[in-house]
């Protein structure tokens, strides 16, 4: 089970990193159109920054809509990273107590009589 948990959180882990990509490669084209507004390094028409600025927009937009869907991820990233802590923990302490058991029975000339 603690396997199976962990391959979740992997998963959930490689989801949130697609989506910080996805954030990321938005935040760099939005630069792109704000250096258009600006006219930089090229001059720039009114026309032309007129739809940069409209597409900067556009990019903020879906840069808003990928950070929810980023919180969403987040939120089962920890679910299920709290549910494998769990998960150890049980098995930890499945594993001590087994091995108390055992311990006993070894001293106490393994149960026979």
Known sequence: MVE????VVD???LDVLAQIESLLRSGRELQR???RVRGVPLST???????A??????????M???SRGLLKVVHQLRGNTNRLARHVARTETR????QRERRGKAA???GRS
């Open 33 to 35: 159109e704000l250096l």
């Open 4 to 7: 199976t948990q962990s391959a």
């Open 64 to 66: 808003l809509t990928d």
């Open 11 to 13: 998963v959930l882990l």
């Open 95 to 98: 594993t001590r107590t087994v």
């Open 108 to 110: 106490s000339g393994g």
């Open 53 to 62: 600025a409209s597409h900067a927009q556009s990019l903020v937009i879906g």
């Open 45 to 51: 028409t009114t026309e032309q920054q007129r739809k």
